[in-house]
Every structure is written in structure tokens, then in C-alpha cells.
T-cell receptor, first 119, second 115 residues
Framework: AQKITQTQPGMFVQEKEAVTLDCTYD???????LFWYKQPSSGEMIFLIY??????QNATEGRYSLNFQKARKSANLVISASQLGDSAMYFC????????????????FGKGTKLSVKP | DSGVTQTPKHLITATGQRVTLRCSPR?????VYWYQQSLDQGLQFLIQ???????AKGNILERFSAQQFPDLHSELNLSSLELGDSALYFC??????????????FGPGTRLTVL
């Protein structure tokens, strides 16, 4: 069964420094997608970045990059130059590939990491 | 703004009652997903509809039901409510029914409190 593991319940980072949030996944699918979402205290889920299992290059979106290591089944999120507004919960999620069920697209989420940025 | 709308934003009700949560997907999206977020269970997938048809079921209780209408909006019905049903309920939408690159866009959520 697919599973996402986020081992850091909470993390602190100094403003303007970089931080890495860990995510490991378990799947037997050959094709899958990995996503990161941000959930601020207001509650909405904000899409940050996506990595496909066949993408050879790590995904980047502004200050966010995804450190994808397929052999280790890890998809860590790197936030560069942290800002106070980055304080939030961060969720790693996986979309199963077509060869899993073949017909459903629900995301499987980890339990999240609470990031606190210190001034 | 993801383009997915959910109403109401907050809902407070009593045990045993029934409520309906509403979701309008992004324009052009055919899939609608419902997720429940609670402190103890985390983010759990409940159910998916694609173009009006039920596509997949997750950890949805028998007291809960959903449907997707011809205009593609969806409603999640929660009945015989219990204290443990208090949670944040998200609706998400996507263009496709599934696939590994199936990006989902989340609505702002409905926070349900059962007293």
C-alpha cells in the first residue's frame, strides 16, 4: 500500500536561512507524482510544487525546490531564504500512477511538518 | 485563490443533526474529491466523483454520502453527526480522473464543529 512518511513533527528555522523538510514514500508503482502543500494557520491548502517520477531534474518553483532521490524514495522540500510568512504546516502527498487502481486520483498525505520561522 | 469554492466556511451544529457541505470545482475540472482533516486522523480521502459518477471511495462512513450534479458542483451530506465528526472538510478538483500528474486544487475548506 502507498504511504507517505514525514518524520519531523515540528521544525524551527531562522529567518533568511534555508530549511529542508523530509518526506519519504512507499509505493510499488512505476509512475507516480509527488506534491507539497502548505497549510497556514488560516487553514487553506496551497499547492507549492510537483515532481513526477519520470522527471530527471528536480522541480523548482521560486524559493521552493524538491530534492527527489528516487532510489531512496525521498522527496524532500527545500525552502531557501525563509520568510516569516513561511511559518505553516507542510504536507507531502503522492498521487498513485495509472497502474494503481487505474481509475482514481486521490492524494495520499503524510502527517505534516509544522515549520516555525524565527525573526 | 485556487478557483475552488466551498460553502459554508464554518458550520456549528449539534450531535444527531444532518448537514450539507457544498463545493464548486474550478472551471473545466471534471473531478471532485472530498477530504477530511482532523487532529487525530490527519488528511483522509473520503470520496471522488468524476463527471457525475462516483469514481473512488476512501474512508467514508456510511452516515456520509455525496453526489456530483450535472453542473459539476458537489455536495457532501453528513448525517447523525457525532462529536468525532468535527473536522475541516476540504473539497479539491482536477481536470482528469486520475493519473500520476493529476494536480488537485483545494478549496478553502468548511470547518465543522459538532457540539
Amino acid at each position: 500500500a502507498q504511504k507517505i512518511t514525514q518524520t519531523q513533527p515540528g521544525m524551527f528555522v531562522q529567518e533568511k536561512e534555508a530549511v529542508t523538510l523530509d518526506c519519504t514514500y512507499d509505493t510499488s508503482d512505476q509512475s507516480y507524482g509527488l506534491f507539497w502543500y502548505k497549510q497556514p494557520s488560516s487553514g487553506e491548502m496551497i499547492f507549492l510544487i510537483y515532481q513526477g517520477s519520470y522527471d530527471e531534474q528536480n522541480a523548482t518553483e521560486g524559493r521552493y525546490s524538491l530534492n527527489f532521490q528516487k532510489a531512496r524514495k525521498s522527496a524532500n522540500l527545500v525552502i531557501s531564504a525563509s520568510q516569516l510568512g513561511d511559518s505553516a504546516m507542510y504536507f507531502c502527498a503522492m498521487s498513485p500512477g495509472q497502474d494503481y487502481g487505474g481509475s482514481q486520483g486521490n492524494l495520499i498525505f503524510g502527517k505534516g511538518t509544522k515549520l516555525s520561522v524565527k525573526p | 485563490d485556487s478557483g475552488v469554492t466551498q460553502t459554508p466556511k464554518h458550520l456549528i451544529t449539534a450531535t444527531g443533526q444532518r448537514v450539507t457541505l457544498r463545493c464548486s470545482p474550478r472551471s473545466g475540472d471534471l473531478s471532485v474529491y472530498w477530504y477530511q482533516q482532523s487532529l487525530d486522523q490527519g488528511l483522509q480521502f473520503l470520496i471522488q466523483y468524476y463527471n457525475g459518477e462516483e469514481r473512488a471511495k476512501g474512508n467514508i462512513l456510511e452516515r456520509f454520502s455525496a453526489q456530483q450534479f450535472p453542473d459539476l458542483h458537489s455536495e457532501l451530506n453528513l448525517s447523525s453527526l457525532e462529536l468525532g465528526d468535527s473536522a475541516l472538510y476540504f473539497c479539491a478538483s482536477s481536470v482528469e480522473a486520475g493519473g500520476w500528474d493529476n494536480e488537485q486544487f483545494f478549496g478553502p475548506g468548511t470547518r465543522l464543529t459538532v457540539l
